[in-house]
């Protein structure tokens, strides 16, 4: 109910009832008698039901800063007027702290067993606005929207937490076990930033307001975190503030808080260079529907490792909404959606191997693909990426694809010869009663193209879509078809390491003009990065716009490092030697081992790798067995499972010397595409790295 209506506990005893004129037979009535003229009574009136809502409005306001009096005790900020609200609206403040930025008003909704009860509407949608108005206004000076919270204050009550939509109503004395659970998110430089810019938006003089002495509270019941860190004068160095979470979790930069809180009236699209935060802003992406949303969102990505790293991220980073958003591979989501239905798909590696030998002795071997060129590697791909991967069930659709992304030119009977192999691969996987995961994703588009699912998911949010077939981002485009911010594509062309070659427009997805841009590059130093983007510059790539690209710039990179470390090795013995060394040295030198990458090109790298860590006495895990917990040990392992981290040092286990050679002078169609693959592949390796690269060549 608006200020002025009697609300508030100080306010009750007030008669808000029209003021009658002079001389009125009955009062409140309008009865015979004289009467003042219409106009003046009208005025008068006019002014005493303003003086009367002035009243109550400035006893709310009272009661409100005595409501956060104790945050303020414990060194928060109180800004009074948070911008934004309709005139009718109660009073507000905004509490700027540690704990993050909360807008604040008092209410007396109800509160029964049954929780809030849910008639709440221009107080609900008044303080939401505050606050998502004040999101927007931080959020051009770098601040996360999910750092801004919008908190209802049940006066007089104890024991209250629910969320109604976006707003959190809490019991009065909850209010600073409520704040001070999320953590110290923010550091006393940008609390104090966020204050004084709201001090400044809102024309107030400087400074928090006098607020009075906040009652004592049950120590019991609050957790006490630890009081900012003083500043050091002097000559001595300053010690850096400590934060519960780490500074991306907080603060982005402007394109980034920009792309998190777009919205877009259909499919959307962000993208940019390596280490411009992508994944950073696919999870607050996430967490951003998730809040503004009724409905689960869904995080997926192509790497079956990645969401096992991106939960416990995502739990850090917005623990309010974390619950409402389900983070699955696609392939996680394309088996639970065939087991809810009831469908039979069986995944069997050894059996599928076995189906592939087959049929590549059947039809592959002694053809005119069987050439010293292409290994089965290359036509298993084009199998399972080019002609599964886009949901081909013709060959005349297969003699007709322009093959993205595919350098070597095939002719009709090469086509010919490569769609019998996989009819044999399909034959003999139905033979052994198993299917790979091309077939999963295919079942599952095709059940919720039968059957549609609507309201199964809010919105789904994609990271490294570049790695995605087209039939997988069919089956995610079903899930939420063109509902408006129903679909999100995070991803780089320039990092794709999987051979499909696809357009978003074989999906049957229009971004349109809905792209944002990331431009600002934040992982890896200067260093890291010069020798990084040796590896690709100038090469063109399919980009899932479809076009040709050759990568988007970064404004310049300040941060610093040493330069990266190229060792050339004897021999493969001396190559494991060095490796084994470098890294006890960063030990040594007092880097935590969970911030030591080893990743290598081939699984048989890494398998080699872990082998002689672990004989030299090195905690190891492996990154596909990573469950996404913060573990002493050298993370190891493929550079595809190493999509979306971010180490402090990584060495590369397995490279070529050749591969790092700039000139490609010579090649033909096949080697030109051999080597682009495998550069790319260590672009993203490389990149992988925040301050130092170690690679040993043989």
Known sequence: MPAGDSTAPDATAVDARPVDAPGSDVPGTGGPGPQAPPARSTDRRSRAAAAVQAWAGAAAQQRLLGVVAPLAARGHHVVPDAPGGSRRARPAVTVVGPAGVHVVATTTWPVGDEGVTPDVTDELFSLADRAYRTEAELAELGLAPGEVQALAVVVGREGVDERVGPVRVVGERDVVRVVESRGRRLTAAQTTALRDHLLATTARPGGDPALPAPRPEPAAEV?????????????????????????????????????????????????GAVGTGKTVVALHRAAYLARARQGAVLLTTYTRTLPATLRPLLARLAPDVADAVEVAGVHEVAARVLAERGVACRIDASLITAAWTTAWGQVGAGSVI???????????????????????????????????????????????????????????????GVHDLADQVALAQAELAARPEPGRYAAVVVDEVQDLSTVALRLLHGLV???????????????????????????????????????????????????????????????????????????????????????????????????????????????????????????????????????????????????????????????????????????????AAEWLDRSSGGLDDVARERREHRRRELYVAMTRARDGLWVATV
């Open 223 to 271: 957790v006490v975190p630890a009081p900012p860190a003083a500043p050091v004068t002097g000559a001595a160095a300053a010690v850096p503030e400590v934060v519960d979470v780490e500074p991306w979790m907080t603060w982005l930069d402007p394109a980034q808080a920009h792309a998190v809180r777009r919205s877009c009236n259909g499919p959307s699209r962000i993208r």
């Open 481 to 655: 078809g063109d509902a408006p911010d129903g679909l999100t594509l995070v991803g780089d062309g320039q990092q794709t390491v999987y051979p499909g070659g696809f357009a978003l427009d074989e999906a049957g997805i229009d971004v349109g003009a809905r792209t944002t841009v990331l431009d600002v590059h934040h992982r890896s130093t200067a260093q890291v990065l010069q020798l990084a983007s040796t590896l690709v510059a100038g090469e063109t790539f399919p980009d899932v716009d479809g076009t040709e690209q050759t990568g988007d710039t970064c404004a310049p990179v300040q941060r610093q490092g040493p330069s990266p470390v190229w060792v050339r090795c004897a021999n493969e013995v001396d190559r494991t030697a060095r490796l084994v060394r470098h890294v006890q040295e960063l030990v040594t030198a007092g880097v935590p081992l969970g911030q030591v990458g080893v990743l290598a090109l081939s699984r048989a790298g890494a398998d080699h790798a872990v082998q002689h860590l672990r004989r030299a006495g090195l905690h190891v895990v492996r990154l596909e067995q990573h469950d996404g917990s913060d573990v002493d040990a050298v993370r190891v392992g493929a550079v595809k499972h190493a999509k979306g981290l971010e180490l402090a040092h990584v060495l590369l286990a397995d490279v």
């Open 370 to 432: 069987d050439d010293e060129d292409h290994d089965q590697v290359y036509w298993h791909d084009e199998v399972t990426h080019v002609i599964k991967g886009r949901g081909l069930t013709r060959f005349e659709q297969y003699a007709m694809l322009p093959r993205r992304g595919r350098r070597h030119q095939l002719d009709g009977p090469a086509r010919r010869v490569v769609w019998d192999l996989h009819e044999a691969y399909a034959r003999g996987l139905a033979d052994r």
